[in-house]
């Protein structure tokens, strides 16, 4: 199993990454909006992160609104050579925590701006566009502003988030997507209604993502649908001496050489046993068993 990931692999600016990196969305308080509950354990799980290894971290300036950007600089800036911050755009939020769709042109132009103001860069390293459902912006169009803004150097790679495969190929059409974040895990593998939003998984668009050398960036990874009677991960686990989440982490660094997991915590210890993860090496038969 290998150790790092190198995203936009063919590009003339790859970059090499940890394989396993560390979503931000559980940083802020409930609902994803506000400050941490423990702002100071907040600014410890970012640096340690990032002293254990871990080099790749995905934030958005709708988290919390725009929290989770203020702790990575407060973390970790000046930032290391090898660290990558990856963002997201294409949504935002009102005062009532609720979340709408925000991704038209202008509407893209002003979160990467803030983006690029809040976490104090002159370049973004990948940015995700969301695709939010009932959105009347067509893909096209909002793509245009982003491969736009990557011409001004705004943007260094592009990516895509929670897109089915026809708004994949659309996007693989008009210019370079070297990134796809959409749900997946062990126990969750096909699309699925969260709030009233259609949620998209990276199950329908692997082998595009595979044969088009995308990496895949799963997150809600530790989600799961299964029943108790089905809890082969649990088996695994006991044999491993490890935690369930420790093994569904493991189970998707084997999935796939080009999956990277980003999976979030606001606990320090679940940190730190997220990231020994990478210590675990499931055998041929154990992913076979699991299935």
Known sequence: MKKTITIADRSDHPLRVSRLGYGTMRLPGEQVWG?????????????????????????????????????IVEALYPYREDVVICTKVGASRKPDKSWIVFDKPENLRESIDRNLK?????QIQLVHFRIMPHSTTPLEESLEAMYEMQKEGKIKH????????T??????EMGSIVSVENAFGYGQRSSFESHGQQVNELQEVIQ????????????????????????KIGVI????????????IAWLLHFNQSMLPIPGTSNLTHLTENISALGIRLTDEDMLFLG
């Not at 809040?118 to 002159?122: A, D, Q, R, S, V």
């Not at 708004?167 to 693989?172: D, H, M, Q």
Request: with cysteine; aromatic share 8%; net charge negative.
């Open 35 to 71: 400050e941490p509950k423990d702002r100071n354990e907040a600014i410890k799980i970012l640096q340690t992160a990032v002293e254990s290894g871990v080099n790749f971290f995905d934030t958005a300036d709708f988290y919390g609104e725009d929290i989770t950007n203020k702790l």
């Open 118 to 122: 809040t976490l104090n860069i002159e």
């Open 158 to 165: 592009i990516g895509l988030s929670n897109v089915s495969p």
């Open 167 to 172: 708004g994949l190929k659309k996007g693989l």
């Open 208 to 231: 595009l993502c595979i044969d088009n050398h995308i990496t895949m960036i799963p997150f809600w990874s530790l989600q799961n649908s299964l029943s108790e009677k089905e809890d």
């Open 237 to 248: 686990a006991k044999k491993y001496g490890a935690s369930r989440s420790q093994i569904n």
